[in-house]
């Protein structure tokens, strides 16, 4: 515990509803162990820029229930050339923090991990993400609530599209991954769930749907996965059923940015405070360059490098469920 007097906490990368319960929890258990606390905002650019400010324990009064990010968030091109990393460098020393505490996705840890290398700086990770695609957690602050508000927009949907007697086809966010499509997907009892990790093909697909109006299904809902290969985009993909089932009237509905809104749901409040404390504790017992994740309700420390190299399985277990369940 030693050496440690002094962390800094940043945000970066996508925002993810979450995030300000760790900041929270990452700030108090700073405080509880007598460690002073640095918010340094907008992620890398104020690292770099020296936006950087003393937090205490009344600093993250009344953040646990909001989204997006108090200390705000960006991706930054600067901090990967090493003159940007530099000038971080310096405005650390400047304000004597000997550590920090980064909270975001894949991207972030990468950039921490560099600095970490470069600089002898510790750092560990908190996977602050909607995605869920980080290898070495179960699961990352943010998606469960980027779930149910998909789950709760196709529900909405799904009210007009039976009014209509409508296709709708559903984009969801996810980047290359395909977590956030398969269990909203299942959530809101979507007819087909089209993923980056299993392209079933523009064929099969009309098969399947062509089948499933067959046996009386008046509307359906498809939800597609931002990442999905299955066409170009969720769009050509609809014209293509379009122009094949010229009797469905087909509409395309892109949920796009606000799944990464809202208020944080519990799971994510409990799993960010959690991490929180965790990521504090760690670094006091001289941990470095480890992410924090959580494996069967434990919480679990990896290597920064393997969270930045690999991608979490989506459960391939899902896909036949989705299959059974949409006959
Ligand atoms: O990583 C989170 C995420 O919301 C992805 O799902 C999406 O692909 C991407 O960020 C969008 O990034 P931006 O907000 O920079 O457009």
């Known amino acids: 515990m030693g050496d440690i007097k002094k962390i800094g906490v940043l945000t970066s990368g996508g925002d993810a509803p979450g995030m300000n319960a760790a900041v929270r929890s990452v700030v108090r258990s700073s405080v509880y162990n ?3 606390c640095f918010g340094i905002y907008k992620g890398y650019h104020g690292l770099i820029n020296g936006i950087i400010k003393k937090l205490d324990a009344r600093s993250v009064n009344n953040i646990i229930n909001k989204g997006g990010t108090i ?4 991706r930054c091109k600067d901090f990967r050339e090493k003159s940007g990393r530099e000038k971080a460098y310096n405005n650390i020393k400047s304000h004597g923090i000997d550590c920090l505490v980064v909270i975001g996705g894949d991207g ?14 510790p750092v560990i990770g908190i996977p602050g993400t909607i995605d869920n695609d980080i290898l070495g957690t179960k699961y990352t602050i943010g998606y469960d609530t980027a779930l149910n508000t998909v789950v709760e927009s196709i529900d909405k949907i ?5 009014s209509h ?18 269990n909203a997907g299942i959530g809101a009892g979507a007819e087909e769930i089209l993923i980056p990790e299993e392209n079933m093909g523009l064929d099969r697909l009309l098969e399947s749907l062509k089948n499933s109006q067959k046996s009386g299904k008046s509307s359906s809902i498809v939800v ?22 010229p009797e469905y009237e087909v509409r395309v509905s892109v949920l796009g940015h606000m799944q990464r809104g809202g208020a944080p749901s519990c799971f994510d409040r409990v799993l960010a405070s959690r991490m929180g404390v965790y990521a504090v504790e760690n670094l006091l017992k001289g941990k470095n360059n480890v992410m924090v994740g ?11 490098e393997q969270a930045v190299k690999g991608q979490t399985e989506v459960n391939k277990n899902l896909i036949r469920v989705s299959e059974i369940l949409s006959i």
């Open 34 to 36: 007598e460690i002073e």
């Open 71 to 74: 200390l705000k968030t960006a």
């Open 108 to 121: 972030s840890f990468t950039g921490a991990m560099i600095f970490s290398n470069e600089y002898d700086i």
């Open 158 to 162: 799904r009210d007009t599209a039976i």
């Open 165 to 182: 007697n409508r296709l709708f086809f559903v984009e969801v966010m996810g980047r290359d991954a395909g977590h956030i499509a398969l």
């Open 224 to 245: 597609v996965a931002e990442g999905d290969k299955t066409g170009k985009n969720v769009f050509e993909i609809a014209s293509y059923v379009e122009n094949n089932m």
């Open 294 to 304: 959580i494996e069967n309700d434990k919480l679990i420390l990896s290597p920064l």
